[in-house]
């Protein structure tokens, strides 16, 4: 979502992106930039987006035009996930195993972290200004920005393909094994271990109000009551495997599914409110 709650973008492997407004469920803009599937999208809190491709690139657009701001080289393969800080700096994971900070005057790399043997799956900023990233060697890693080092790892069992921060700090991590895990960084530990899914969580959302969201591709949607480490709510209904939930404040979740679509979920009833069509292969995530 936009930070006012007016728009959401969704990425596809058909190399385009739509964005839509909530208004009245129709798409404004279709930017056709990237030359491969793009997998990320971010928008900044002044409402600049940002996305990630397959190209190798990351594109700022000007959403007037249509057409790219900026197109950002750095990385040499696949990007997997871009992402904004709360103060504007926008970071991006990518299959080279780096994480890259970028310098958006000068339209190049800024800070260039190296710690992942592995894809970069999932990058994002916390409440403060902290940096993570989860990765195919089975870790996240908490940043320190000044020395470009890790400051904290936390070694998981199993491939992460997604992690998010909460409001107070934790990191979600979302595994091969099905398996979600809690981490807290200030005590090291992680003591909650979430099952629930069938197959990969290849996504996960943190709600304003602390409620987590997990896609999977098992084809569902899973809300969670992390006071007793269950599910309080499925969200089913797809023709095929889901990916990235994300919440807004008020209680809204949309997803993107390998059939193409966008559905706007009703967490009250557990039913599609909204469902978007158009793109012409795979949603990779939304926001």
């Not at 470009?148 to 199993?158: E, G, H, I, L, V």
């Not at 992690?163 to 091969?176: E, P």
Request: net charge negative; glycine share 10%; proline share 4%.
């Amino acid at each position: 979502w936009s930070p006012d709650g007016k728009y959401l973008a969704s990425p596809s492997y058909d190399k385009t992106i739509r964005v839509w407004d909530m208004h009245n469920s129709t798409c404004i803009h279709t930017l056709q930039e990237h030359t491969e599937s793009v997998i990320s999208v971010a928008w900044s809190p002044d409402g600049q987006l940002a996305s990630g491709s397959n190209d190798d690139t990351v594109i700022i657009w000007n959403l007037e035009t249509g057409k790219p701001a900026q197109i950002l080289h750095g990385h040499t393969n696949e990007i997997t996930s871009v992402a904004w800080s709360p103060d504007g700096k926008l970071a991006s994971g990518s299959w080279d195993k780096l994480v890259i900070i970028w310098d958006l005057k000068a339209s190049k790399p800024a800070q260039t972290l190296k710690g992942h043997t592995q894809v970069v799956n999932s990058v994002g900023w916390s409440s403060v200004g902290q940096l993570a990233s989860g990765s195919g060697d089975n870790t996240v890693i908490i940043w320190n920005l000044e020395n470009n080092q890790p400051a904290k790892t936390f070694k998981n069992d199993s491939f992460v393909y997604s992690m998010a921060w909460s409001l107070d700090g934790k990191i979600s991590l979302g595994s091969r094994d099905g398996v979600i895990k809690i981490w807290d960084p200030v005590t090291g530990k992680s003591d909650q271990a979430l099952k629930g899914h069938t197959n990969s969580i290849v996504s996960l959302a943190w709600s304003p109000d602390g409620n987590l969201a997990s896609g999977s591709r098992d084809g569902t949607v899973i809300i969670w009551d992390l006071s007793i480490q269950q599910f309080s709510q499925t969200l089913n209904g797809l023709t095929a495997y889901l990916d990235s939930p994300k919440m807004f404040r008020d209680g809204r979740l949309a997803s993107g599914s390998d059939d193409g679509t966008v559905i706007i979920w009703d967490t009250q009833t557990g039913k599609p409110a909204q469902i978007l069509k158009g793109h012409t292969d795979a949603v990779t995530s939304v926001d």
